[in-house]
């Protein structure tokens, strides 16, 4: 049984053109996944480092170059490297420590096209 459609209303597949520019925009959407996801992941285990040091005993005592030297350590052996603990501000605000994080991970992507992604983070954490 053959149906008769109107002309124009015919289904037709997509051109090679079409599949082209779809294949190269999924691709871009690909590489610039693959270039920024590593600085999201690195902060993500920053943030569980500095947040890790919740509890700590005698975190409240410690210096700023002590409670640097503490992070640094623990980002070392969840091997996130390229992090400069000079970005770590410390202050006491009594029995607590305020940590505050500001930086910027930037990534060349292509030519003349980089990536700039910033983070900002503060937590008040309580030591024992």
Do not use: C, W
């Not at 209303?9 to 610039?32: E, K, P, Y």
């Not at 409240?60 to 603990?85: H, K, Q, W, Y």
């Amino acid at each position: 049984m053959k149906k008769n459609n109107p002309v124009g209303l015919q289904q037709q597949g997509g051109s090679a053109l079409t599949m082209l520019i779809v294949a190269m925009f999924f691709g871009s959407l690909l590489a610039l996944g693959l270039k920024i996801g590593p600085a999201y992941l690195d902060d993500f285990t920053i943030q569980e480092a500095l947040e890790g040091l919740d509890g700590t005993e005698g975190l409240s005592r410690m210096g700023p170059a002590e409670v640097r030297n503490l992070i640094n350590r623990r980002l070392s052996v969840n091997n996130v490297r390229g992090f400069d603990t000079k970005q770590i501000s410390v202050e006491k605000n009594g029995e607590f420590v305020v940590i505050k994080v500001d930086y910027e991970v930037r990534n060349h992507l292509f030519g003349n096209v980089d990536t700039i992604v910033h983070f900002q983070h503060e937590y008040e954490l309580k030591g024992q």
